[in-house]
């Protein structure tokens, strides 16, 4: 894993949790032998407590570290918000 990955999942782990309704946090490089990535080497899945919790990440102070750093070391982001 890269350096920059590796300072992305510190950086979601130190600040992720702390914002209301964050349930979990996984992040990490692919680790499929499939080659099937489509260019993207790093992702990151945080599930949220409900649809208000996922309005209040965004905006909230916590989450800032994250996307700056994230967004200084990405030529490409692709964002998917699901439901259960």
């Known amino acids: 894993m890269g350096e920059h990955a590796a300072r992305a999942d510190d ?19 692919s680790i499929s032998t499939e080659g099937k990535e489509g260019g993207f080497d790093w992702m990151l899945v945080v599930r949220f407590r ?7 990440y965004l905006p909230h102070p916590e989450h800032r570290p994250v996307a700056d750093h994230i967004g200084a070391g990405s030529s490409n982001v692709v ?6």
């Open 11 to 29: 950086l979601c782990r130190e600040h992720l949790p702390r914002i209301d309704g964050v349930e979990s946090v996984h992040s990490g490089p």
């Open 50 to 56: 409900d649809r208000e919790a996922l309005a209040g």
């Open 79 to 84: 964002v998917f918000d699901v439901e259960d």
